[in-house]
């Protein structure tokens, strides 16, 4: 598995843990990584530790409610998206772990607040392309 299987369209093939993040995701898990040398926790997931250079990471579970720390309605969207407008990206904060993503469709930017929950659910597209999206909790 390759990280080119990831998101609506992918500009990126490879990455040292893109092929155990997509199996993740295909398996209805989102992940990122936590050092077992200095405890930092990392999304996107890295193979190294930024704070203390070690290489030993493991992969931790983003479950359960996050709380919102800041979102922004997109209405002019970057190359590949121009026909997806408007979407919500937003930054969620999972006991520690902060995850930037974009809402479900489905969830109107009315409805939202900073502070207020969310969770995270994996999504599959029809073209067999995996991601995922925060919805309100």
């Known amino acids: 598995m390759s990280f ?5 369209i992918s500009f990126t093939t490879q990455s040292k843990v ?8 295909e398996r209805g898990e989102l ?4 050092c077992t ?8 997931p890295r193979a190294e530790c930024k704070e203390c250079l070690a290489e030993e990471m493991e992969w931790i579970k983003i ?8 979102f922004t309605e997109v209405n002019y969207g970057p190359t590949g998206f121009e026909d997806d407008v ?5 930054l969620v904060d999972f006991d520690g772990v902060e995850v930037f993503g974009r809402f479900s469709k489905g969830v109107p930017v009315e409805k939202l607040a900073v502070g207020s929950s969310a969770k995270v659910e994996t999504v599959t597209f ?5 991601s995922y999206e925060f919805l309100t909790a």
């Open 31 to 34: 992940r990122g990584t936590k």
């Open 126 to 130: 029809p073209n067999g392309q995996v």
């Open 37 to 44: 040398g200095c405890g930092a926790t990392f999304f996107p």
């Open 63 to 70: 479950e359960g409610t996050g709380s919102l720390i800041s």
């Open 4 to 8: 080119e299987k990831f998101g609506q």
């Open 18 to 25: 893109g092929g155990d993040f997509v199996g993740y995701l």
């Open 86 to 90: 408007p979407y919500i990206l937003a």
